[in-house]
Each structure stands twice: as structure tokens, then as C-alpha cells.
């Protein structure tokens, strides 16, 4: 079935670091894909998604670029700040079916 | 505008009980969706419903579990005879549909005890 792998961490980075949370995917067909954020306390919301292959979603300074050659959405951003700290879930959708499927989370915390 | 409500946000009941989840969609939105987050699991579809269709109820780990929606708004899931490992946070979205954004709501803590 389809499936997503994320890197699960949990990361600690120093304010203005960069960041890079790995996403590879396995699904038939052409699926759409997302990054989804839940920050401490909130519900989950949508970071940033990508369509189709060579597409990149940008969003808050994260940009990731839907890779179809390698079945990667890699997550990355020049310089996380403290209010990043979050967990990144990826997930995908492929056409027709309309439920997400999620990674296992990457929790992320940045320190001042 | 109003985002997705859910109700209870925390619900602690007894193994072997019957509970209730409601969750209000986004106005409009067609496409309603259930999910559970747990420790060992992680995030897990349950079940959709899009407009008048048939729900895809393929997520719903036994048949203790079952979801209605009512006029096309406002949705229930009902989970009989509890058991421990129920114990998760169970997420409700609503889309206009398709691949479009699913906007989800704050979430219900289920505890069985």
C-alpha cells in the first residue's frame, strides 16, 4: 500500500541553523504531496504541497520540491527560528482516494 | 470565518463504554475527515465522507467503530464498547475536496480507563 518515511528525530538545532527533515514516498499512480505542521498546543496545518513532479511548495521561509526520480519531498529551510519548534508530518494523497497518509512525525525543537 | 470545531476536547471514559466524538466542518466544505493520532501509531485515516456518496469507511480498525453525518454538516463518530487501546487524540478535517486542503480541528483526547 501506500506509504511515507520521515526522518522521526526528535532534532534540536541552535536558532539560524539549517534544516533538512527527509521525506521518500512509495504509492502507485502520481500522488500530491504535503508537509503539515503541528506546533505546540495547535491543531494541524498545512505548511506547504506540491502537485506534480519538479513542483516546489514554499511557505514561511520551508521550501520542498516534489521529486519524482528519487519519490522524495524533502523539507528544508535556511534558518529555523525558535518559533519553528513544531512537529513536520509529511504525507500524500493520491488522486481518487482523498485520505492523507502520513509519516511518523519529526519532532523539532529550536533553542535561542 | 469559523474553523472545524470538535467536541469533547478531552473524554475519559470506561473500558467496555460507548462514546461520541462531534465535529463541526468548515461551511461549505464537502468533504468531511476523521483521523486518529496516536504514540504507536502515529497519524491514521479512519473514514470520509465526500457530498452524497457512499463514506470510505477502509481506515475503521474494527466494527466497534462507526461515523455518521447528518445533512451533509456535522458528523459523529461513535466508537462501542471501549477499549484501552482506543485511548488517542481523534482529529476531524474538512475540504472542499479532491487534493485540495484539509483544515483540521483542535482535536479530541479520548483517555479509556
Known amino acids: 500500500g501506500d506509504s511515507v518515511t520521515q526522518m522521526e528525530g526528535p532534532v534540536t538545532l541552535s536558532e539560524e541553523a539549517f534544516l533538512t527533515i527527509n521525506c521518500t514516498y512509495t504509492a502507485t499512480g502520481y500522488p500530491s504531496l504535503f508537509w503539515y505542521v503541528q506546533y505546540p498546543g495547535e491543531g494541524l496545518q498545512l505548511l506547504l504541497k506540491?502537485?506534480?513532479?519538479?513542483d516546489k511548495g514554499s511557505n514561511k521561509g520551508f521550501e520542498a520540491t516534489y521529486r519524482k526520480e528519487t519519490t522524495s519531498f524533502h523539507l528544508e529551510k535556511g534558518s529555523v527560528q525558535v518559533s519553528d519548534s513544531a512537529v513536520y508530518f509529511c504525507?500524500?494523497?493520491?488522486?481518487?482516494?482523498?485520505?492523507?497518509?502520513f509519516g511518523k512525525g519529526m519532532k523539532l525543537t529550536v533553542n535561542p | 470565518g469559523a474553523g472545524v470545531s470538535q467536541s469533547p476536547s478531552n473524554k475519559v471514559t470506561e473500558k467496555g463504554k460507548d462514546v461520541e466524538l462531534r465535529c463541526d466542518p468548515i461551511?461549505?466544505?464537502?468533504?468531511l475527515y476523521w483521523y486518529r493520532q496516536s504514540l504507536g501509531q502515529g497519524l491514521e485515516f479512519l473514514i470520509y465522507f465526500q457530498g452524497n456518496s457512499a463514506p470510505d469507511k477502509s481506515g475503521l480498525p474494527s466494527d466497534r467503530f462507526s461515523a455518521e453525518r447528518t445533512g451533509g454538516s456535522v458528523s459523529t463518530l461513535t466508537i462501542q464498547r471501549t477499549q484501552q487501546e482506543d485511548s488517542a487524540v481523534y482529529l476531524c478535517?474538512?475540504?472542499?475536496?479532491?487534493?485540495?486542503?484539509?483544515?483540521f480541528g483542535p482535536g479530541t483526547r479520548l483517555t479509556v480507563t
Open positions: 461551511s461549505g466544505h464537502t468533504a
Open positions: 478535517a474538512s475540504s472542499f475536496g479532491g487534493v485540495r486542503e484539509q483544515y
Open positions: 506540491a502537485t506534480k513532479a519538479d
Open positions: 504525507a500524500l494523497v493520491k488522486g481518487g482516494s482523498e485520505k492523507l497518509v
